[in-house]
């Protein structure tokens, strides 16, 4: 096959299928967001016109910038990096998803924003704490916050697996705490998992939402 944008991608949409049906789910149960990073606005413009319809940023500058160059584009925006208290309102505006809420004062911000915003709550799963994401003890007692916040609304967790790790086990975390999370707040059922190294096993454990940048965008330039 040909290695164009529209190609990668739909390469994609085909192993998420198999992977789906492979774990006996059915494939429209599973958001495929295109994390386009480092990627310039045309790349988006093209990865709407091949049919995608979510994309993804992690930095805010990057991703309002972008956003302004596609006013006229329907796709539907996700925040999934880390998240500075004082910018979640500017976020908003252009998002309706975020899926790194790790904390309260993050939670009051979004709390201020006027408009309905879907949230993940974000799992720290490595042993180091600058890395975004909450700690596992501390996400029953954020997802009481949100659940306590009218504008927003708990999908469920995010995290994203360690490097050099076996991401299987650590997805069974994520979805062990999903449970839990469960008899709380029984609504919150989505997972945010998988990225392009590891989306299959993601799905094997019951994702909802990938989030995939090189597999389809192919190599950030300027990142390393
Ligand atoms: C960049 C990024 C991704 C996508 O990573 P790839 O390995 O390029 O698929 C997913 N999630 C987050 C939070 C990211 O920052």
């Known amino acids: ?3 164009t944008l529209a190609a990668r991608w739909s390469a994609v949409q085909q192993q998420v299928t198999a992977a789906a049906f492979e774990a006996g789910r059915a494939p429209e149960d599973i958001t495929t967001i295109v994390v386009t990073k480092f990627h310039p606005s045309s790349l988006v ?3 709407a016109q091949a049919g995608v319809q979510h994309v993804g940023e992690n930095r805010h500058q990057e991703a309002v910038t972008k ?26 505006h252009y998002c309706s998803v975020i899926h790194s809420v790790d904390r309260s004062s993050l939670i009051q911000s979004l709390a ?5 915003l ?22 029953l007692t954020l997802a009481e916050t949100v659940l306590g ?14 490097v050099g790790a076996d991401p ?15 008899e709380l707040a029984p609504e919150a059922r989505d997972l945010s998992l998988g990225m392009s190294g590891d989306f299959v096993e993601a799905i094997s454990r019951g994702a909802t ?8 965008t192919g190599k950030r330039p300027n990142s390393t």
Not at 74 to 89: D, E, M, R
Not at 112 to 116: H, W
Not at 168 to 182: N, P
């Open 67 to 92: 956003h302004a160059e596609l006013e006229d584009v329907p796709l539907t925006w996700h925040f999934v990096g880390q998240l500075q208290s004082n910018k979640a309102k500017a976020v908003a």
């Open 209 to 216: 939402h990938l989030r995939i940048g090189s597999a389809i």
């Open 1 to 3: 096959m040909e290695d």
């Open 168 to 182: 299987g086990r650590d997805f069974d975390r994520v979805v062990a705490m999903s449970a839990e999370l469960r």
């Open 45 to 47: 413009r093209e990865l």
């Open 112 to 116: 201020q924003v006027e408009k309905k």
């Open 149 to 162: 916040t009218e504008n927003l609304v708990l999908r469920g967790l995010m995290a994203v697996a360690p």
């Open 118 to 139: 879907d949230v993940f709550l974000e799992v720290n799963l490595t042993d180091i704490p600058g890395r975004g994401g909450a700690e596992p003890g501390d996400i």
